[in-house]
Structure formats: C-alpha cells, structure tokens
C-alpha cells in the first residue's frame, strides 16, 4: 500500500439528487472509504464493513490490490480507500437503488476515460501522419517546381494534390 496523495477528485451526483460523494480518481479507478460507501449506498457504515470484510474473506476480492491506505493531512491515522472493484462488489451486496446508480454512472466515466484516451493518442497518431503526409507532397512539389520538372498540366496537378491535402487536416478537426 503506498502513501501517495490520490489523484483527481470527481464529484458523484446521483440522478435523484440523494447521494453526493466526492470519488478520488487514482491508479485508473475510483477510491472511496467505507464512510463514502455508506453515504453512496444509503446504508449505514456497519453494513457497509460487514459486506467489504464478506467480500474479501469469500476471497472474491484480493484486499492488497484493492485497498489503499493513504495519510491524510489532519488525521492522525491513515485512511483506508477501497478501489471501484470493491466499490461495485459492496453495491451489489447491497442491492440499493443509489448503488445501482453508481455502478451506471461509474462504469460510464471509466469508459469515457478509456475512450478519450484512446482518442487523443489516435488523434495524435493521425495528425502526425498528416503532417509526414503534407511535407512528402510540399517536398515532392517544391522539388519538381524547383527543377522545372513538370509541364504546366503537372504543375496545376500539383497543386490541386498540395490544396487538396490541406483539407486533409481540416476535416479532421471539424469532423
């Protein structure tokens, strides 16, 4: 268990407005404490230690890669956070209408988080190779220009490949 502050804080709102609880963003997956379960749940924080201790003694769940003990500043002992695995298992043991709306909404911010991820490092993979693909062609061009290598039918050739590779660009930004 490391003792590295947590990363990004979302906000949980569920859909009826009941349960609000701030859900850490670390490692790829939520952190929540029991008393942030319980708050989600609707459901006491005994029932909730009840059901995370079930969860990890049937052994469904690993407790040294599902559980994160962090120091806290103004706490005197470090404070126990539980990753989203433990999170949905709790929820489903629990069998609440706000756990059902967690489990919904989680697993749509991880998607969403996977997606744009996945997104942006294709965005970039394509952009760079537009960018390799509009220099070959301004090189090519620049290069036939410069040694009066075409005729005036090459060159008009040319220059609608060069105009129409700019588009290239645009309808990726705008598309």
Known sequence: M???????VLVYRASNG???????VDRETVWLTQDQMGRLFGRERSVISKHVQNVFS??????K?????LHIPGSDKP????NLDVIISVGYRVKSKQGVQFRQW????LREYLLK????????ITNQTLEEAQNAIDLLSNTLTA???VTDKGQAILDLVTRYAKTWRLLLQFG
Not at 2 to 8: K, Q
Not at 18 to 24: G, L
Not at 58 to 63: M, N
Not at 79 to 82: G, K, P, R, W
């Open 2 to 8: 490391d003792n590295r502050p947590v990363g990004e």
């Open 18 to 24: 009941q349960a609000q609880v701030e859900v850490r």
């Open 58 to 63: 049937s052994e469904e769940l690993d407790d």
């Open 65 to 69: 890669s599902n559980v994160q003990k």
């Open 79 to 82: 404070v126990i956070y539980y």
């Open 106 to 109: 989680a697993t749509g911010v």
């Open 117 to 124: 991820g996945y997104a942006l490092n294709q965005s970039r």
């Open 147 to 149: 040694n009066a290598l």
